[in-house]
């Protein structure tokens, strides 16, 4: 008796094939894979901003650029930059408290640092010390050390040298970031929002370039067409990300009063396997350009991260992780 091949019902194609799309659903895609919703999906927290300037009258009329917060067991703590809100007012370190990162009291030593302009701070803790990379007057990137996080003594100008050796060309060398690992400093920074270098040290007293061309650089999208900054480095997965900032100069750039127009600054993230080489995120930047939202830098905790943008109030974006199954 011949074999008869008989094509099988069309509801078990069907039901095969749903099961094809649910399994395959299941796989987090390539982009997923380098940029996972954990650190790109933000809701913003429902009673934001969290921390504002004090207003006038005070050493913090106003506040600025990348504050940097620490959670250390029950406290959290917030390093930020207040002024008088003019253009020339020395920019002073404040420092807040909180018991869980959403309500923050100033503290009553405040200004904790004036002695120098200190702006634009990365603050962390290493061997029991804590160490400030800030930009100063002129953006100028610097170096501030404390045994309590609260006393601070100013080490000084970092000594950044091209490939060669010899020092970088006189000017900004502003926004540094740092990063240690395997016994290594790494340290991102801006030259004029024009482009991301990276300089290396073991001693954190010279620091050289990797290369004398950025590692990252503006565009070619509008949210970062002409000006980038990094703003934190974190490893997830063995891959490093950063989360950075960029703008596009405004067009037309004067109002109809005749007055420059501001740039809006928008929170951006890209990928690196070697801290050289970085691929932006396809999707920045993570908030519309409208909101100008910058100086982003992610808090990781068990059960949720935070995205705190800090310029020129901080606001809380949400990411709730999904229980382990």
């Not at 990252?216 to 891959?239: C, E, I, T």
Request: glycine fraction near 8%; charge should be positive; proline fraction near 7%.
């Amino acid at each position: 008796m011949p074999l008869i091949l008989r094509s099988p019902p069309r509801t078990l194609i069907r039901l095969l094939a749903v099961a094809v799309i649910l399994r395959c659903g299941d796989r987090p895609t390539r982009a997923e894979e380098q940029f996972p919703p954990s650190l790109v999906q933000f809701t913003p927290y429902g009673h934001n901003p969290v921390f504002t300037a004090d207003g006038p009258e005070h050493w913090d009329t106003k506040i600025r650029e990348r504050g940097w917060i620490l959670k250390e067991g029950d406290t959290w703590r917030m390093w930020y930059t207040g002024y008088d809100g003019t253009r020339e007012g020395q920019k002073k370190l404040g420092l807040a408290t909180s018991p869980d990162g959403l309500k923050w009291t100033r503290d009553p030593r405040n200004p904790i640092y004036q002695e120098h302009w200190v702006e634009d701070v990365q603050v962390i803790k290493h061997d029991k010390l804590y160490y400030i990379f800030a930009e100063g007057r002129d953006d100028q990137a610097q170096l501030l050390t404390s045994t309590d996080g609260v006393v601070w003594k100013r080490i000084g100008p970092l000594d950044v040298r091209l490939k060669n050796g010899k020092l970088i060309t006189s000017g900004p060398y502003g926004t540094p970031v740092a990063y240690f690992e395997n016994g290594v400093w790494n340290l991102f920074y801006e030259r004029r929002d024009a482009g991301i270098w990276l300089a290396r040290s073991t001693d954190m007293k010279v620091w050289t370039n990797v290369d004398d061309q950025p590692v990252l650089s503006p565009g070619p999208d509008l949210y970062d067409r002409d000006y980038v900054a990094m703003n934190q480095v974190v490893k997830h997965a063995g891959r490093y990300y950063a989360y950075y900032h960029g703008a596009a100069t405004p067009e037309p750039q004067l109002d109809q009063e005749g007055k420059r127009r501001p740039a809006l600054w928008s929170t951006a993230i890209a990928v690196s396997d070697d801290l050289v080489h970085w691929k932006k995120y396809a999707k920045n930047p993570l908030f519309p350009i409208s909101a100008n939202k910058s100086s982003g830098i992610l808090i990781q905790l068990a059960n949720e991260n935070r995205l705190y943008t800090m310029h020129d109030q901080v606001n809380v974006h949400i990411h709730r992780k999904e229980p382990a199954r």
